[in-house]
T-cell receptor, first 112, second 114 residues
Framework: GQSLEQPSEVTAVEGAIVQINCTYQ??????LSWYQQHDGGAPTFLSY????GLEETGRFSSFLSRSDSYGYLLLQELQMKDSASYFC?????????????FGGGTRVLVKP | DSGVTQTPKHLITATGQRVTLRCSPR?????VYWYQQSLDQGLQFLIQ???????AKGNILERFSAQQFPDLHSELNLSSLELGDSALYFC?????????????FGPGTRLTVL
């Protein structure tokens, strides 16, 4: 089976930097994804790491270390609109349908 | 707008009843995934279909079933409903142009079982 651990909540001020860590134990691993979900909304894709290293997309970056079964999402120059829940998710292999197993989510609260 | 549509948006029903949730994937996507999101269980994968065939199964209850039709839309059937089935049900799609790096989620169906 799969299990993912991430902090339940993080609070930071506008303009700050937040790092959300994710550790995973999996029986099948093809990559690590990150999704953002605002209250009442649908999850939306932020980033995907298949290989070790850092992927940068604007103010958001994601890192993966496959040997450590660890990844993180870095949110820079925090804005009020970044207040949301952030989920790491392990993507299973194509043979297993590429399905996602999600962590419990990290609620990020941005204060002025 | 992800391009994935789900109906209905809200559903209120009673215990013991049966409901059908509908999903239309993004144009070009062959894979459809169903997820359940409840407060105590988080986002849980239920089942996946690829081009009409069941491809992967998660912790889906025997009371739940799904199918994908030739036009690629999918339906999730929930029967003998219990209070604990109250949750948000999301459909997602991927596979357009052969890419599975991103899943596109629909707006969800909020099911309330009274």
């Amino acid at each position: 089976g799969q299990s993912l651990e991430q902090p339940s909540e993080v609070t930071a001020v506008e303009g700050a930097i937040v790092q959300i860590n994710c550790t995973y134990q999996t029986s099948g691993f093809y990559g690590l994804s990150w999704y953002q979900q605002h209250d009442g909304g649908a999850p939306t894709f932020l980033s995907y790491n298949a290989l070790d290293g850092l992927e940068e997309t604007g103010r958001f970056s994601s890192f993966l270390s496959r040997s450590d079964s660890y990844g993180y999402l870095l949110l820079q120059e925090l804005q009020m609109k970044d207040s949301a829940s952030y989920f790491c998710a392990v993507r299973d292999t194509p043979a297993a349908g590429n399905k996602l197993t999600f962590g419990g989510g990290t609620r990020v609260l941005v204060k002025p | 707008d992800s391009g994935v549509t789900q109906t209905p948006k809200h559903l209120i029903t009673a215990t013991g009843q049966r409901v059908t949730l509908r999903c239309s994937p993004r144009s070009g996507d062959l894979s459809v995934y169903w997820y359940q999101q409840s407060l105590d269980q988080g986002l849980q994968f239920l089942i996946q279909y690829y081009n009409g065939e069941e491809r992967a199964k998660g912790n889906i209850l025997e009371r739940f079933s799904a199918q994908q039709f030739p036009d690629l839309h999918s339906e999730l059937n929930l029967s003998s409903l219990e209070l604990g089935d109250s949750a948000l049900y999301f459909c997602a799609s991927s596979g357009g142009q052969g890419s599975y790096n991103e899943q596109f989620f629909g707006p969800g169906t909020r099911l309330t079982v009274l």
